[in-house]
């Protein structure tokens, strides 16, 4: 599977970004899809995932709430729409895919990376 993200920039405290990640390559519909996150100077932190079947999600206690993880499987596409965006939710973010539908939250356990696309919230 190839993950390619996109749909991050910069914006204002409050405002809302949603980031895309289109998959190519395998049958998507049967891989679980998340979001991952990097800060300068931390490590790479779980924001949500969502199972294959799209009936299930989780969520970060940091973003729940805020952030709305979807996918339409004809187009292999996972989403993450993100509201009331707050400075400390500036990161790379990467999307990620695991085979099957386990709602996963542990980065080691995905094979399967997009490049990283770049969310910068301002004050």
């Known amino acids: 599977v190839q993950l390619q993200a996109s749909g991050g920039g910069l914006v204002q405290a409050g405002g809302s970004l949603r980031l895309s990640c289109a998959a190519s390559?395998?049958?998507?519909?049967?891989?679980?899809g998340a979001w991952f996150r990097q800060a300068p100077g931390k490590g790479r932190e779980f924001v949500s995932v969502i199972s294959s079947s799209d009936s299930y999600r989780k969520y970060a206690d940091s973003v729940n709430g805020r952030f709305t993880i979807s996918r339409d499987n004809s187009k292999n596409t996972v989403y993450l729409q993100m509201n009331s965006l707050k400075p400390e939710d500036t990161a790379v973010y990467y999307c990620a895919a695991r085979y099957g539908g386990a709602l996963v939250t542990t980065s080691s356990e995905y094979m399967y990376w997009g490049q990283g696309t770049q969310v910068t919230v301002s004050s």
């Open positions: 390559g395998r049958t998507f519909s049967t891989y679980a």
